[in-house]
């Protein structure tokens, strides 16, 4: 990424955190991986790729879907990588996530953007994939293959604060979902705090696209958990949002 592009990211990435507002922890959760032949370790950040079909109505609307594998896991405020805490994931087992969002656009956009994107709607869903064989649909994000020994760990639909701003070298997205809940397979992989953070932030870049149509786009996504605090929700983790914005990691 050219310098210019790169100093307007990290300009962006604390931009993006001021409006978010209070402070930037990151909570510590961890998972049981015993079963995949790993151990209890402790993370505090979830990392991935993704790739979304996003459709602009014409009218100022828009309605996205996305299919995110998220083989990476992080700890020690988001600094030891997978390895250096001692998980399996992409090894033994993978997780992957779907979303969903529908909402609205608007030119120019928020926080000095080209064009920025507010969901009004949307849902988040994480899943762990034991055989390591679930693939999706490109043209259809949502239409996956090979789920029979997938096991849903948990899911919100109830979309909070959320923006996605679009600029001339890409885009970063960073929306809330509240009341996250685990299922009974969750409450197995997810073993601590109990009970479980209530909200999960996910963030991550996209490339640039032409705000009409069907277009498709790719990018990394970042998810941390959070719980609801008395006046705002916590702020966690922004990762490293724009740096990499025309890149995408692959599973």
Same mark, same amino acid.
């Given at each position: ?46 990392? !991935? ?10 009218? !100022?609307?828009? #309605? ?14 988001? %600094? ?11 090894? =033994? ?31 988040? $869903? ?7 064989? #679930? &693939?999706?649909?490109? &043209? ?5 293959? =090979? %789920? &029979? ?7 919100? $639909? ?17 929306? %809330? ?14 073993? $601590? ?14 490339? &640039?696209?032409?705000?009409? !149509?069907?277009?498709?786009? #790719? ?12 006046? %705002?929700?916590?702020?966690?983790? @922004?990762?490293? @949002? ?10």
């Amino acid at each position: 990424m050219k310098l210019k592009a790169l100093v307007k990211s990290l300009a962006l990435t604390a931009g993006i955190a001021a409006s978010f507002s209070s402070q930037a922890d990151f909570l510590d959760f961890q998972v049981d991986e015993t079963p995949y032949g790993g151990e209890v370790v402790t993370a505090d950040k979830l990392n !991935g790729g993704y790739f979304e079909l996003i459709s602009f109505d014409g009218a !100022g609307n828009f #309605t996205a879907t996305a299919f995110a594998s998220m083989n990476q896991l992080f700890g020690n405020e988001g %600094t030891a990588n997978g390895s250096q805490i001692g998980s399996v994931v992409g090894a =033994n087992y993978n997780l992957y996530a779907t979303f969903t969002a529908n909402g609205t656009v608007m030119t120019p956009g928020a926080e000095g953007a080209n064009s920025s994107l507010q969901g009004n709607s949307g849902s988040f $869903s994480l899943f762990l994939d034991q055989n390591q064989d #679930t &693939t999706a649909d490109v &043209t259809n994000p949502l239409n996956l293959s =090979n %789920t &029979t020994d997938d096991m849903l760990l948990g899911s919100s $639909s109830d979309l909070g604060r959320n923006i996605g701003l679009l600029y001339g070298f890409g885009g970063v997205f960073d929306f %809330t979902f509240r009341d996250f809940e685990l299922t009974a397979d969750g409450d197995t992989y997810f073993v $601590s705090p109990t009970p479980f953070y209530m909200s999960v932030r996910v963030d991550g870049d996209f490339d &640039t696209v032409p705000l009409e !149509g069907e277009q498709r786009v #790719t990018g990394d996504v970042s998810a941390v958990f959070a719980v609801p605090e008395p006046s %705002t929700i916590a702020v966690l983790s @922004l990762g490293l @949002l724009g740096l990499g914005a025309t890149s995408r990691r692959k599973s």
